[in-house]
């Protein structure tokens, strides 16, 4: 998967297909999760609640792109990276593919967000040098 220096396998369950029975839109949005849960995990064990100096994420905007049918049974791999990083913010684009060719592409906004008082704050110094790293 050009472009993505991190993968994840997916094969597609029951829960994601729809009474259309291909992949439910909504069930996009939690590959692009599942994916991004996997990237934070493997920078040094940060989760979307905590992203370094009780900070976590939020998400305000999602956009996805929608190019072929998944199945029940589809063995996909979906890559995940982080770009345009901020003071407070980053970018973080997905790709699925199933047989190298794409399925379905999208980005989502993420907001360094301190739950405990409720507002978004920077985003610390150690991940965005981590991130820095892992994408060049």
Do not use: W
């Not at 999602?62 to 029940?72: N, P």
């Not at 906004?109 to 965005?128: N, T």
């Amino acid at each position: 998967m050009d472009g993505f220096n991190f993968i994840i396998p997916y094969t597609v369950r029951v829960v994601d297909v729809n009474y259309g029975a291909h992949v439910a839109n909504s069930a996009v949005l939690n590959f692009f999760q599942d994916a991004r849960i996997a990237y934070l995990k493997s920078l040094g064990d940060y989760s979307e609640m905590d992203i370094g100096k009780g900070c976590g994420i939020i998400l305000p905007e999602a956009h996805v792109k929608y190019l072929a049918e998944m199945f029940l049974g589809d063995e996909l791999v979906i890559g995940a990276r982080i770009t345009n990083v901020s003071r407070s913010s980053f970018t973080m684009c997905y790709r699925i593919e199933r047989d190298g060719e794409a399925t379905a592409e999208g980005e989502t906004v993420l907001i360094c967000f301190d739950y405990e008082k409720r507002k978004p704050r920077r985003l610390d110094a150690v991940f965005i040098k981590k991130v820095a790293a892992f994408e060049t």
